[in-house]
């Protein structure tokens, strides 16, 4: 009886309280990113940048936030706009009531936790993505392909088709130019029922997955990238039986692999500080050691990427 009530008036803070006037605090952080040291000044305070970077505090508001960077004798006024807080969303799970609370109130507003300020430039123009300069510099690449589509031939099968979920990726960028890179990677995908791999028995169904490893050059324009290059991938298909009644006639498991060569195409955008959402079409056309070497497969992968950069 008490843990009931007491969920009741949980529930009914929240209902009257909003998820953003409850979980947001009264300020909001900010990470300002330069390419050159330089002097932020916000609301008559001054910070220097350390390894260029510095963060302020603000005050959690409809308003604009403004602040200004100094270098030598250039200054830049730069103003960040507000925007809705993501727990200010979270208020669909009250049923929408959560949005009546949360509407006057500034704690529903949020700002970009990360600003990126190129020193050269001389707009007063913020990014979203980092200004220093990448010409030499080494990235590590962890991904993980989330919605996977499969189109193998396996021997004596025909066409199979499949989409499912759940993959690893792992491997580096090297920026040989301001706008290439060179992009090593070793990548398995998997076509599971579910995006997490869980211990699920007695499940019927083809089996497919590939393990590959890639070499691409790739060219950054802005926010976006994309690539062209060569793999080497190990195709997987299986059948698996699951429980079978014994009155009805029994399909054994199987299993064939084959190893294959083609080409490879990337293209990502970037969303976050180091995160990436792209899409990997890898198509083969040579298969090792198999009767009929010259056909069509491919994979097909929606990826969720973090691209590292590693040293300053």
């Known amino acids: ?85 993501i727990n200010f969303y979270a208020n669909v799970y009250t049923w929408g009531i959560g949005f009546l609370a949360d509407w006057d109130n500034p704690k529903r507003y949020s700002y ?45 099968q025909g066409n199979q088709f499949s989409v499912g979920c759940f993959g690893l990726a792992i491997g580096l960028d090297y920026y040989y130019r301001e706008k290439q890179f060179l992009s090593v990677t070793t990548d398995l995908a998997a076509n599971l029922p579910t995006p997490l791999p869980l211990p699920i028995s007695d499940l019927d169904g083809d089996d497919m997955h590939t393990l590959f490893a890639s070499i691409s050059n790739n060219h ?7 690539g062209y290059g060569l793999t080497v991938a190990q195709n997987s298909w299986g059948y698996n039986p699951g429980w079978q009644d014994d009155s009805f006639p029994q399909r054994k498991q199987q299993r064939e692999q084959h190893t294959a060569a083609g080409l490879i195409f990337t293209s990502y955008v970037k969303t976050g500080r180091s995160f990436n959402v792209g899409v ?30 590693l040293g300053r």
């Open 220 to 226: 950054a324009v802005r926010q976006f990238t994309f």
């Open 280 to 309: 990997i079409y890898r198509p083969t056309f040579f298969r090792f050691n198999t009767p009929d070497p010259l056909e069509y497969e491919h994979y097909l992968g929606i990826d969720l990427a973090w691209k590292i950069r």
């Open 112 to 156: 970009r936790s990360h600003v990126f300020i190129n020193s050269g430039e001389s707009s007063n123009r913020t990014y979203r993505y980092d200004q220093r300069s990448r010409k030499n510099k080494l990235y590590l690449h962890l991904s993980l392909p989330h919605v996977n589509a499969f189109y193998f031939k396996p021997k004596g």
């Open 1 to 85: 009886m008490r843990s009931t009530v007491a969920l009741a008036v949980i529930v009914l803070c929240l209902l009257l309280s909003g998820c953003a006037g409850i979980l947001n605090s009264h300020t909001r952080e900010i990470n300002i990113h330069t390419t050159k040291p330089s002097q932020i000044v916000f609301e008559g305070d001054t910070t220097f940048t350390v390894n260029n970077k510095a963060y302020i505090v603000v005050k959690r508001q409809k308003q604009p936030v403004a602040f200004s960077v100094i270098r030598n004798d250039t200054v830049k006024t730069l103003s960040l706009r507000s925007r809705n807080s």
